[in-house]
């Protein structure tokens, strides 16, 4: 495993600096085990199992009422849940395989780095480019993070779908579906009030705290003060 520590700061209106320290690992070799090519390989198979039965039963209505009406009648909300799941699955299957490429060409630059040379590298060029893939490599990893934090939901919709089938188990999904349109009008509320409190308080703490310095920062504070999580000693300062 190789470590990449980055020090950023940040600098808010009033001119505080606040630093963040962030440290990434990764792995020079991901498969280190026979069984990571049996999850993985199941893994596809599973995702493969849905998109030819999925596309199967489309071919199958528009064939038989005409690519309208076919793609209309296809078109419910547990087949919605599918096609996410594989839409997805497919963005963090071509993520990985980006990141394989990317661990391929990191072990390239450790083999031409030598600890009896000043920087590892007696090219500069050479230690430019690996600090430059060090970086991308950060970059990269932040939004394959994001994209797998967001995939259990997708999963937890589809485990909702599986569970419709049994009339016991099928008392959540359908008070959901009952109550969808009010929990729509509700959440649009509830969103303009609080993107509302986000901005009050980006206004009145950002130039001095760092959680209130940009809206999105504010936003993440703004939803733990929701749920209770104040920071109070922070805000009195």
């Given at each position: 495993m190789i470590l990449a520590t980055h020090i950023n700061f940040f600098v808010t209106g009033a001119g505080h600096i606040h630093k963040n320290l962030a440290s990434v690992g990764f792995w020079l070799e991901p498969y280190h085990g026979w069984w990571c090519y049996v999850v993985d390989i199941i893994w596809v198979l599973l995702?493969?199992?849905?998109?030819?039965?999925?596309?199967?039963?489309?071919?199958?209505?528009?064939?038989?009422?005409?690519?309208?009406?076919?793609?209309?009648?296809?078109?419910?909300?547990?087949?919605?849940?599918?096609?996410?799941n594989v839409a997805a699955s497919s963005a963090i299957a071509i993520s990985w395989i980006l990141h394989l490429q990317e661990i391929s060409q990191l072990r390239g630059f450790l083999e031409q780095a030598s600890v009896s040379v000043a920087g590892s590298w007696s090219d500069e060029e050479i230690r430019s480019s690996y600090f430059s893939h060090m970086h991308n490599m950060t970059r990269s990893w932040y939004w394959r993070k994001m994209m797998l934090a967001a995939y259990p939901f997708v999963l937890v919709c589809r485990l909702f779908k599986a569970l419709s089938a049994q009339p016991r188990l099928a008392l959540v999904t359908n008070t959901i579906q009952a109550a969808g349109n009010d929990l729509l009008h509700f959440g649009l509320v509830f969103c303009c009030v609080f993107l509302l409190f986000t901005a009050s308080a980006t206004i009145l703490f950002g130039e001095d705290l760092l959680n209130f310095s940009t809206f999105g920062r504010a936003a993440d504070t703004s939803f733990h003060v929701l749920i209770g999580d104040i920071p109070w000693e922070d805000m009195q300062k």
């Open positions: 995702v493969l199992k849905i998109f030819f039965e999925e596309g199967a039963e489309l071919m199958q209505r528009v064939y038989q009422m005409g690519p309208c009406k076919g793609v209309a009648e296809y078109l419910t909300l547990s087949n919605f849940v599918d096609w996410c």
